[in-house]
Nanobody, 127 residues
Framework: LMAAAGVGGGRVQAGESLTLSCAAS????????VAWFRQAPGKGREGVSC????????YYADSVKGRFTISRNNARNTVDLIMSDLKDEDTAVYYC????????????????????WGKGTLVTVSS
């Protein structure tokens, strides 16, 4: 099973950067599509960024394009979300996830479900 360290969450000022990291155990992230989802207070879960399994195709929500980067390190068995120029509206609980059904990145982020979820980590952005 996947255990997500959820490292990197915290409180930052608008405009600052933050990197979230998810360490998997019991599975190999190389065998899965990987993703970061988030859920803001009072809102539904949103697919922030997804990466397909073998093609490494990336998808980003419009709200984070140009500011966030998803990264998968197969050797370290980790999935990172590198966030820059953070905005108040990025405040949310962030979850890493993996899925082995071969969805294209865009469909995975649209909400096709995940095989495994990591623990959420709270990111709070204040201006």
């Amino acid at each position: 099973l996947m255990a997500a360290a959820g490292v990197g969450g915290g409180r930052v000022q608008a405009g600052e950067s933050l990197t979230l990291s998810c360490a998997a155990s019991g599975i190999r992230v190389a065998d899965y599509a990987v993703a970061w989802f988030r859920q803001a207070p009072g809102k539904g879960r949103e697919g922030v960024s997804c990466m397909s399994t073998f093609e490494y195709t990336e998808y980003y929500a419009d709200s984070v394009k140009g500011r966030f980067t998803i990264s998968r390190n197969n050797a370290r068995n980790t999935v990172d979300l590198i966030m820059s120029d953070l905005k108040d509206e990025d405040t949310a609980v962030y979850y890493c996830a993996v899925d082995g059904r071969g969805w294209p990145a865009s469909l995975y982020c649209a909400g096709r479900g995940s095989d495994y979820w990591g623990k959420g980590t709270l990111v709070t952005v204040s201006s």
